[in-house]
């Protein structure tokens, strides 16, 4: 991964889990799942574990403004 796809934070790779981003969100895991599936939101699958960056989730929430 280049350095421009990983948001870091205390020189750690910050990724949050679907629970977390819906806890962000205020939405439920269950729309979080859908965007993944979409492609909406930007995410990576670590095995069976879905996982978005920090920077994605900011990305989706600019291009998503209205």
Same mark, same amino acid.
């Given at each position: 991964?280049?350095? /421009?796809? #990983? /948001? @870091? ?8 889990? #679907?629970?977390? @981003? /819906?806890?962000? %969100?205020?939405? *439920? $895991?269950?729309?979080?799942? =859908?965007?993944?599936? %979409?492609?909406?939101? $930007?995410? #990576?699958?670590? *095995?069976? /574990? ?8 900011v990305a989706y929430l600019r291009?998503? =403004? *209205?």
């Amino acid at each position: 991964m280049g350095p /421009a796809l #990983v /948001a @870091v934070v205390d020189g750690q790779c910050q990724f949050l889990s #679907v629970r977390e @981003v /819906a806890g962000c %969100l205020g939405v *439920s $895991t269950a729309l979080v799942y =859908r965007l993944c599936d %979409l492609g909406e939101l $930007t995410h #990576v699958r670590v *095995s069976n /574990a879905i996982r978005v960056q920090v920077g994605d989730l900011v990305a989706y929430l600019r291009s998503n =403004r *209205s």
